[in-house]
């Protein structure tokens, strides 16, 4: 949620003459600000729930992270605010289709073994809180490209870590 903020702050910094504002989010980028964040967590999370039953977890969750880690690629290597708030858009409903899988994953039994629910369930809790964690202070705390950069390498990284995880069809 601080990513874009801090991408359309960096894009007006750049493009406006009047530097009096020192480049702050006003107006209508608001609205755009709540449209991707809001519109497309909903969308991602009714999606999600869909592709739930009908696509095994792990290439689901390959196919979301390669089109993540694609889009955060976009906001690299094409300048602009159409391109950055189309990326950012993307990016928010294939997030908010994977949290929605894995939220499921962490109460399904039958994916970790009744020996093993509670260990496994409570790992994947805690690797979200420290992703979580980790994002929010590189938004927070990084240059904004430097940000992208950052979560770029990550979500490639995950794509390799959607791979490395055995296949369910969450029954």
């Given at each position: 949620?601080?990513?874009l903020?801090?991408l ?9 003459e009047d ?23 909903m ?6 729930g869909?592709?739930?039953?009908r696509v095994?977890?792990?290439t ?22 159409l391109?950055?708030?189309v990326?950012m ?8 289709m ?9 109460i ?13 369930s409570?790992?994947?809790?805690a ?12 938004a927070?705390?990084l ?17 390799f ?9 969450h029954?």
């Amino acid at each position: 949620i601080l990513l874009l903020p801090s991408l359309l702050r960096y894009q007006n910094q750049q493009t406006e003459e009047d530097q009096e504002c020192g480049g702050a989010v006003h107006g209508t980028q608001y609205l755009i600000i709540a449209l991707i964040s809001g519109g497309a967590n909903m969308a991602g999370r009714i999606l999600g729930g869909l592709l739930t039953d009908r696509v095994q977890f792990r290439t689901s969750q390959t196919i979301l992270a390669t089109i993540v880690a694609a889009s955060y690629g976009v906001l690299l290597a094409v300048k602009g605010t159409l391109w950055m708030e189309v990326a950012m858009t993307v990016i928010k409903i294939g997030f908010s289709m994977m949290s929605m899988e894995i939220s499921m994953l962490m109460i399904n039994i039958r994916y970790f073994g009744r020996d093993n629910f509670d260990m496994y369930s409570g790992i994947v809790r805690a690797v979200g809180y420290i992703g979580t964690t980790t994002g929010t202070a590189m938004a927070a705390f990084l240059e904004p490209y430097t940000a992208v950069l950052c979560t770029c390498v990550m979500s490639c990284v995950q794509v390799f870590l959607a791979l490395s995880i055995g296949n369910s069809s969450h029954e």
